[in-house]
């Protein structure tokens, strides 16, 4: 039994490593956005380096947050998906306390912390993708054969979407309402019953679009900025001036004259104009690698059966495309104009620390997928009477005594060892007799 324990113990005290590519987009991204708010902001404030200052102290707090996300297991994390959801609820209503909500530009989206103003809808994505992670572990063979699994995530999203139309955020409401259809997709929802939700959704928002005389006074001014270049479609002509004249290589850093009074929100919503105008095309391409890696860790950890870890890659993956897809549109004229920052790089407290929680759980996603097939080519050379990896040297282990050791390893599943209670981790699965591996959009 001592033995049995030591070998146990051995094959736990093996650790992983963070993913090296997903590492370097995102600390390349994160030192772009610091250059290109510093160039784009340089000369709208008296004091020139007053959005790099504010952009650095929330990236530093953001670092620290990332850290900790790094550190903290994530079926911990698992545990209060409940906790998350009501949270998320929370914070989209305590906009409209008087007092605690504030308001700018007719916008009620911002909590008044003294020092700074926070924007909770940021928070609320990260904690919505957690939580329906863990909804779908829990209820993936349900999504896929009925159509109350299915409709409750997208009715609490439905809910999330009315409490943002009324203060008014109707960027985020799409891209949240998007998030959950894609996840659900990913997580083997049943494609035919899913389409008539997509169908419904898409035609309510269009029509949302269509009645607020502003945001069709966007659409318009989007399909041709040149018919009111110094009206409605001056943002939209000058981003697309300065997109035109980067090319492929750009101007030169530091050399961008649209910056320079001519491109509103230079630094925020369209600080991607200035960054193609600077660095050219070839300066942009950073995202394909950072929500290419983050798909393929997803998929890793499906195929590891670790589903929880899995749907969460998928979900950021999701948030960070989508939104940097968005970003990216308006600034070629391919999109309406809708205020969405671009991840990592726009400046933006709330922005930037969300984002940087968001890509702290993607590292955490990377360590423990990695730990788990280490471990995992520990048992298998230890069933084959093979020395096991790291493990001391002319120390064998047996078959039965690495068994043992596997409850660290287990999938993320929703199983009692991923801390859950038994009642609520067997509930997704009590009525079905076989279980539904999710179909990552796959048709049949």
Not at 164 to 186: E, N, R, Y
Not at 250 to 276: C, M, R, W
Not at 338 to 358: D, R
Not at 418 to 435: E, K
């Amino acid at each position: 039994m001592n033995d049995l324990s030591r070998q146990a113990t051995r094959l736990e005290a093996i650790g992983g490593h963070f993913d090296k590519w997903l590492l370097g987009a995102i600390i390349a991204l994160t030192g772009l956005g610091v250059v290109m708010v510093a160039s784009s902001s340089i000369a709208l404030m008296s004091s020139p380096f007053y959005y790099l200052n504010r952009h650095l102290i929330f990236l530093a707090i953001g670092i620290v947050l990332a850290g900790i996300a790094m550190r903290t297991e994530l079926k911990s994390i698992e545990q209060y998906n409940q906790v998350l959801l009501l949270g998320c609820f929370a914070l989209l209503v305590v906009v409209f306390v008087p007092g605690l909500g504030s308001s700018v530009n007719g916008a009620r989206r911002w909590i008044n912390l003294g020092i700074s103003k926070f924007q909770t809808v940021e928070a609320v994505k990260v904690l919505y993708i957690v939580w329906l992670s863990s909804y779908l572990v829990r209820f993936r063979d349900e999504v896929n054969a009925t159509w109350p699994a299915m409709l409750k995530p997208l009715g609490v999203a439905g809910a999330l979407v009315v409490l943002l139309l009324l203060q008014p955020d109707f960027g985020s409401s799409t891209l949240l309402l998007a998030i959950t259809a894609g996840m659900l997709v990913l997580g083997g929802v049943n494609m035919p019953r899913m389409s008539m939700p997509v169908i419904i959704g898409m035609v309510g928002m269009s029509a949302l679009a269509i009645i607020e005389p502003y945001r069709m006074r966007r659409i318009t001014s989007f399909l041709d900025p040149w018919a009111d270049q110094q009206g409605d479609g001056y943002q939209l002509s000058n981003a697309l001036m300065a997109v035109g004249r980067g090319e492929w290589t750009g101007v030169g850093l530091g050399n961008s004259v649209q910056k320079l009074y001519y491109l509103p929100e230079a630094h925020t919503d369209f600080i991607f104009s200035v960054t193609a105008e600077e660095l050219g095309f070839l300066g942009t391409c950073l995202y394909a690698l950072l929500v290419g890696r983050t798909f393929w860790l997803g998929m890793r950890c499906v195929e590891m059966k670790r589903h929880f870890s899995g749907y969460i890659a998928f979900g950021i993956g999701l948030w960070i495309s989508m939104q940097s897809f968005v970003s990216i549109g308006v600034n070629l004229g391919i999109l309406p104009t809708k205020g969405l920052t671009l991840p990592l790089i726009s400046s933006g407290g709330s922005s930037v620390l969300m984002t940087c929680v968001a890509m702290g759980l993607l590292l955490r996603v990377s360590y423990e997928l990695d730990r788990a097939e280490r471990r995992q080519a520990v048992r298998m050379g230890a069933a084959e009477g093979d020395e096991p990896m790291d493990a001391e040297p002319g120390r064998g282990a047996s078959a039965s005594s690495v068994a043992a050791a596997m409850q660290d390893t287990k999938a993320h599943d929703g199983s009692p060892r991923d801390g859950l209670p038994r009642d609520s981790a067997s509930r997704g699965t009590s009525r079905m007799q076989q279980r539904i591996e999710p179909t990552l959009g796959r048709m049949g």
